[in-house]
């Protein structure tokens, strides 16, 4: 898991939540029909003539992205359910899923030095279960 993702989580939720709403705006009213004007030569001349369509392209790409953030979110949220010490979980949970700034994770933890919280307990559980997958990948090999 990177620092990245765990701190774009909140802006991964809303933009799953977006996505969807557009999706459904999609499927369910006009905004997913588009038309264009474009020169009918059947008859010799060229008529404009109005054509509409569904946007399938747009919709396909919407569709796509909601899936890559939907994995993206359930890949976060594995991770830090899957935290064994309740301490260093409860610490990730107030970090990524409510975006507290480090001094409330410290007051709620029971903490004065805002700097326990992420060096101790956030930095270090990331540095050990990076090195734990680097672990694991080479011992595959």
């Known amino acids: 898991m990177t620092k990245e993702k765990l701190e774009r989580y909140l802006t991964t ?3 799953i939540a977006i ?11 006009d905004a997913g029909i588009a038309s264009d004007i474009v020169l009918d030569y059947r008859s ?20 796509a992205e909601l899936a890559r953030l ?4 359930k890949e976060v949220r594995e991770f830090v359910e899957a935290i064994p010490d309740h301490i260093t979980r409860k610490v990730f949970k107030l970090r990524v899923y409510r975006g507290m700034e480090w001094k ?4 709620q933890i029971g903490e004065k030095d805002e700097c326990y919280p992420r060096r101790y307990i956030f930095d ?18």
């Open 44 to 63: 010799g001349m060229g008529i404009p003539t109005r054509i509409e369509g569904f946007q399938w392209p747009l919709y396909g790409r919407r569709k």
């Open 13 to 15: 939720v809303r933009s």
């Open 70 to 73: 939907l994995a993206e979110e």
């Open 124 to 141: 270090k559980y990331l540095k050990k279960s990076e090195s734990t997958v680097y672990t694991e990948n080479t011992a595959v090999q």
């Open 19 to 29: 996505l969807k709403e557009e999706i459904n705006e999609m499927e369910t009213t």
């Open 104 to 107: 409330q994770v410290a007051k």
